[in-house]
């Protein structure tokens, strides 16, 4: 194959099909176009050698999974050959993969960058060499859009369920997401108290889940709703419930308290790394345990009791009811924190170190 010829500065965004890896390579790509350069967002499809060789540099956004990672790795080792390296390959992990399913050519040739501490961990445990992490990122300009509708939002929702708490769910409903857990907890409240909503945006799985929960209120299914949707919806409920045991990252937590939202959650990797822990509704988790699962994956699961998730609801619920006062004064907290870090948080910072790598 010969080297690329073309006098190109085009950039290649590869990424499967998954709503939340689309929305970051989105977003990776909307900063490479405004510093200039034409992109190119592919999905799916992965490309051909005789592909990437017309372009300038390749950005992969590919979990890192034993049984479906020599795809991106195949694409990283070509952008090595045939684009003088200029490729990097943006990774995340809920666990460590399995070394002995992972091919020598992978471990000697690539090198990735983790959206999470904890997957750089996962990773290294595995033999994978990590460049850098780079968390994921909130789009600044979005969350200032979704500001302005979040009132209506609150308007419509006021008219429905005036003088209840107002809990956001936005997930899906395999396991690790600890939707049953979740809803496990809010029947027991339910039968004590009747002062809260939940308001799901969920996959059909987590909609099996909830059917005949007279508490629960679909608000969309995942991935139907453009992203400025998605973080006025988060801005506009009290809460955003993300009971998960096992993530790489939990980007709609971090959106959520990008729009004033605190969220109830256990304290968990990654969490603790990028939020804060006295500006959110928390609780410990027990023990770590390692599950193999299909992809080649060893998840680590962090579990706790649901009745500590049972009492985090509850304590939510009387802060925003009985202490709003107080419940506001944590909005305004989180609204702080977010203008005066804005490197921390937002992927119009984030997401330019991708620029040490690819450009």
């Not at 060789?53 to 990283?76: D, E, L, Q, W």
């Not at 939002?153 to 956001?168: A, D, E, T």
């Not at 889940?209 to 801005?235: A, Q």
């Not at 770590?288 to 049972?310: I, M, R």
Request: hydrophobic share 40%; glycine share 6%.
């Amino acid at each position: 194959m010969r080297k690329r010829t073309l006098s190109s500065n085009k950039i290649l965004v590869y990424t499967p099909e998954a709503v939340s890896l689309k929305e970051v390579a989105r977003q990776i790509g909307s900063i490479y176009m405004q510093e200039g350069y034409p992109v190119n967002l592919l999905v799916t499809e992965t490309p051909k050698t005789s592909e990437i060789i017309n372009y300038k540099g390749v950005i992969i956004v590919h979990p890192f999974y034993a049984s479906t990672c020599a795809r991106a790795a195949r694409i990283y080792v070509d952008c090595k050959k045939y684009l003088n390296g200029n490729v990097c390959w943006y990774t995340m992990s809920e666990g460590i993969p399995e070394p002995k399913l992972i091919p020598d050519w992978i471990v000697n040739n690539c090198e990735v960058i983790a959206n999470s501490y904890f997957v750089k961990k996962c990773l290294e445990k595995a033999g994978i060499k990590v460049r850098e992490v780079i968390w994921h990122g909130v789009p600044y300009h979005e969350v200032k859009i979704a500001a302005e509708q979040t009132f209506d939002y609150i308007q419509k929702i006021m008219q429905n369920f005036k003088g209840k708490c107002i809990i956001g769910l936005v997930t899906r409903g395999e396991k690790r997401k600890g939707l049953d857990l979740a809803l496990s907890a809010l029947d027991a409240i339910y039968q004590e108290r009747k002062d809260f909503v939940v308001l799901a945006i969920l996959d059909d799985e987590g909609i099996n889940k909830i059917r005949g929960k007279p508490y629960v209120y679909l608000v969309s299914r995942f991935g139907e709703r453009n992203h400025v949707e998605i973080l006025g919806f988060l801005g506009a409920v009290d809460y955003l419930l993300f009971p998960s045991m096992c993530e790489s990252f939990g980007m709609p937590t971090l959106e959520a308290n990008a729009m004033g939202t605190p969220c109830i959650i256990p304290w968990i990797p990654p969490f603790n790394e990028f939020l804060r822990k006295d500006l959110n509704i928390t609780f410990e988790y027990e023990t770590e345990e390692l599950k193999f699962q299909p992809g080649g994956v060893y998840y680590v699961f962090h579990l706790y009791d649901v009745n500590d998730l049972k009492y985090a609801i509850e304590y939510a619920i009387d802060l925003r009811l009985k202490n709003p006062s107080e419940y506001y004064e944590l909005r305004q907290k989180l609204n702080e924190e977010f203008e005066r870090n804005k490197e921390k948080y937002f992927s119009e910072f984030l997401y330019k170190k991708f620029m040490k790598y690819v450009k």
